[in-house]
């Protein structure tokens, strides 16, 4: 099978090595500009805090997961995926006793424990607003703007990966061209070619931020897991730390604004006061692409014919992408079928 993928975010980047693994003549066309993928923190988390509930299909999401990202440190040589405990202070007495009823009948988390219980294993915690933390396993994160880098370099080096301008006008002619599919996998872009069809991917941009201690003293950011208050602080080396992260909608400029990252720095403050005060050296801004419905689109598309859709993976697709990915080019070669849960067509 010869296909060609659009977008080399993170959807584009999983589907092409899923194409690659299974022998096909796969190429790459990118535009170049910048993509959510490209600046994400790329966490993983089985849980969703709000309703303190298991996310879709945690364990076989996870499971698919870890064997691509494998696949992916196999082929390059390089260490992308990391799991990480997560530690969640937990707000009030009621968020408490709701976690540890869930807890019982959890694969994924912990009862509450106290900052002494929390200490013994995680040294570096920092103290909690005064109820505890809940434990979360299966979570960390994925180092997704290197991975996404030196997947490109691959495709680079095996003449696989063009950077040119897309559009939707150009899947008519794909069997002219010798393609037998055209995998659309733009993100938020596919949501602004006009020529695309009238899907409803929505842009949810973010801001997040890389911060160091700026050397006036205090005990440093944790090290040995993620720690979650509502916004959350990620290691991702020594002595550096992403924090993030907002969440906004209408929006769909790509200038960084002070005032977000003083709003995350103040949270941050307030979780963690005894803490090195912590300076900014980067700040990044994505635009995340979400579904009205916050599943993906993954299928034919529902206008256009030769023309597949790959995309709204959202703020969970390091998680969700890689099972999709094989499901999609699967489903390719009639070795799957897509539930309706993702098809397209529901986004009209």
């Given amino acids: 099978m010869r296909i060609?993928?659009?977008?080399?975010?993170?959807?584009?980047?999983?589907?092409?090595?899923?194409?690659?693994?299974?022998?096909?003549?796969?190429?790459?066309?990118?535009?170049?500009?910048?993509?959510?993928?490209?600046?994400?923190?790329?966490?993983?988390?089985?849980?969703?805090?709000?309703?303190?509930?298991?996310?879709?299909?945690?364990?076989?999401?996870?499971?698919?997961?870890?064997?691509?990202?494998?696949?992916?440190?196999?082929?390059?040589?390089?260490?992308?995926l990391h799991f990480l405990p997560i530690l969640k202070q937990i707000p009030n007495a009621e968020y408490a006793e709701e976690w540890n009823r869930k807890a019982l009948d959890s694969p994924w988390i912990e009862p509450v424990r106290s900052d002494a219980e929390v200490l013994q294993r995680f040294p570096d915690a920092v103290p909690s607003p005064g109820h505890g933390y809940g434990l979360v396993q299966g979570g960390g994160w994925l180092d997704l703007p290197r991975l996404i880098?030196?997947?490109?370099?691959?495709?680079?080096?095996?003449?696989?990966?063009?950077?040119?301008?897309?559009?939707?006008?150009?899947?008519?002619?794909?069997?002219d061209d010798g393609w037998d599919t055209i995998i659309d996998c733009r993100g938020c872009g596919a949501a602004l070619d006009s020529t695309a069809g009238p899907l409803d991917i929505r842009a949810n941009r973010g801001e997040i931020l890389t911060v160091k201690p700026d050397g006036s003293g205090g005990a440093s950011l944790p090290d040995t897991h993620i720690l979650n208050f509502g916004k959350w602080t990620l290691p991702t080396q020594p002595g550096s730390w992403r924090l993030g992260a907002s969440y906004e909608w209408n929006r769909i400029?790509?200038?960084?604004?002070?005032?977000?990252?003083?709003?995350?720095?103040?949270?941050?403050?307030?979780?963690?006061?005894?803490?090195?005060?912590?300076?900014?050296?980067?700040?990044?801004?994505?635009?995340?692409?979400?579904?009205?419905?916050?599943?993906?689109?993954?299928?034919?598309?529902?206008?256009?014919?030769?023309?597949?859709?790959?995309?709204?993976?959202?703020?969970?697709?390091?998680?969700?992408?890689?099972?999709?990915?094989?499901?999609?080019?699967?489903?390719?070669?009639?070795?799957a079928q897509l539930p309706d849960i993702v098809n397209p067509v529901r986004l009209l």
């Avoid at 997947?151 to 150009?170: C, P």
């Avoid at 979400?290 to 206008?303: F, M, N, Q, Y």
């Fill in 4 to 80: 060609l993928v659009v977008g080399q975010g993170l959807a584009g980047t999983l589907v092409s090595h899923a194409a690659l693994q299974r022998g096909w003549d796969c190429h790459v066309m990118d535009s170049g500009q910048p993509s959510a993928s490209s600046v994400a923190a790329g966490m993983f988390n089985p849980m969703s805090f709000r309703r303190i509930i298991e996310v879709w299909d945690a364990r076989p999401h996870i499971d698919s997961m870890t064997a691509t990202y494998r696949a992916f440190e196999a082929d390059l040589g390089e260490s992308f």
């Fill in 149 to 175: 880098q030196a997947w490109r370099d691959r495709l680079m080096e095996e003449g696989r990966f063009t950077v040119g301008q897309w559009s939707a006008t150009q899947a008519q002619k794909a069997n």
């Fill in 253 to 335: 400029d790509l200038d960084p604004t002070p005032e977000t990252r003083d709003f995350l720095m103040a949270s941050l403050r307030r979780a963690a006061p005894n803490t090195a005060t912590s300076m900014t050296v980067r700040h990044d801004v994505g635009l995340r692409p979400v579904s009205k419905d916050r599943r993906p689109a993954v299928g034919l598309h529902p206008t256009i014919s030769s023309l597949h859709v790959f995309n709204g993976l959202g703020t969970r697709g390091v998680l969700i992408g890689p099972r999709w990915s094989h499901l999609l080019c699967d489903s390719l070669v009639g070795k």
